[in-house]
């Protein structure tokens, strides 16, 4: 059976329609396309997902976790006392390499994704190179601490960091509260409170 003039007028138009709304997807993501694709490369060439992305163990041993891609540390990971520290060994790191204990305190890997309550999603262009800049958080205006190197990533140039924000606000949201920052008082506490000596 051949279809009518009327079926074949209408399965022409829904083809050109999608054609249409294809092609101006396309011409859209073309704009942006080059600079998520940069984006990728400066987060990778960085290392982002190394800090922000989970580990958790594989069958060949610890591999990062990407259903948490560049989600931070895990809110439901509780953490022990860290490591005594001296002065041959005075930073560690935990096992999911998102957080890390020094002299400056205690730091989680903040959540990069583009979740809007727990992650950048509500964080502009301007506020991302804004705190790559200076180092502080936005809104908090706390300072970044080690091991994240804003210092490095600030020099890049704004295009650059435009492009790393667009990239990170074009991955999957997860929504995942990282732990607060503790600053070296309350992690000497914690140490002495729970390790003898």
């Given at each position: ?6 079926q074949?007028?209408a399965?022409?138009?829904v ?8 092609a ?13 694709k ?8 960085g ?40 002065s ?6 935990s ?9 400056w305190g205690?730091?989680?890997?903040a959540?990069?994704?583009p979740?809007?309550e ?10 991302f ?6 180092g ?8 970044i601490?080690?091991p ?6 600030g020099?890049l ?25 503790a600053?070296?008082s309350?992690t000497?506490?914690?140490t ?6």
């Amino acid at each position: 059976m051949h279809p009518n003039l009327r079926q074949k007028s209408a399965l022409i138009a829904v083809v050109l329609s999608c054609g249409l709304v294809q092609a101006g997807s396309a011409l859209a993501e073309g704009n942006n396309s080059a600079q998520l694709k940069r984006g990728a490369l400066l987060v990778g060439i960085g290392g982002c997902a190394d800090c922000h992305t989970p580990f958790k163990m594989g069958p060949n041993g610890p591999e990062k976790d990407m259903a948490r891609g560049l989600s931070g540390h895990p809110e439901q990971l509780k953490l022990g006392s860290p490591p005594k520290l001296d002065s041959d060994w005075n930073w560690a790191g935990s096992a999911t390499m998102t957080a890390f204990v020094g002299p400056w305190g205690t730091t989680y890997a903040a959540n990069l994704t583009p979740d809007r309550e727990t992650g950048i999603g509500a964080w502009t262009e301007k506020d991302f190179v804004q705190a790559m800049r200076t180092g502080k958080h936005v809104g908090v205006a706390r300072p970044i601490m080690p091991p994240m190197p804003w210092q490095a990533v600030g020099q890049l140039p704004d295009s650059d960091l435009r492009a790393i924000h667009a990239y990170l606000k074009a991955q999957p949201a997860v929504k995942n509260k990282v732990p607060e920052y503790a600053p070296p008082s309350a992690t000497a506490r914690t140490t002495a409170g729970k390790n003898p000596g």
